[in-house]
Nanobody, 124 residues
């Protein structure tokens, strides 16, 4: 059984930084793409960033480009999201997702496995 677990959320002031971590377990994730999505109150879940293990390609939503960085750990089943220059509009529950497709996608339907989410709150 595959499990995906996020950590690192919390409360931060605008302009501050947070680093989210995600670890997946239960199978080999060597060819997996891992991604971050987020859902703000009253809004639909939206894509944030993705990273493919093969080729180490990355892809970002325009709203976070230049502020957020997604990276994979030395272990193939870990992924991080470094969030800098945070804004109140970044407040959301952040979800880690994984897919056994080697391609990168911003469509949540392309991801097989999901974590429970971690809350990020940015105060103004």
């Amino acid at each position: 059984q595959v499990q995906v677990e996020e950590s690192g959320g919390g409360l931060v002031q605008a302009g501050g930084s947070l680093r989210l971590s995600c670890a997946a377990s239960g199978r080999t994730f060597g060819s997996y793409t891992m991604a971050w999505f987020r859902q703000a109150p009253g809004a639909e879940r939206e894509f944030v960033a993705a990273n493919s293990w093969i080729g180490r390609r990355t892809y970002y939503a325009e709203s976070v480009k230049g502020r957020f960085t997604i990276s994979r750990g030395s272990a193939e089943n870990t992924v991080y999201l470094q969030m800098n220059s945070l804004k109140p509009e970044d407040t959301a529950v952040y979800y880690c997702a994984a897919t056994n497709s080697g391609s990168i996608s911003a469509d949540e339907r392309g991801y097989n496995y999901w974590g429970q989410g971690t809350q990020v709150t940015v105060s103004s």
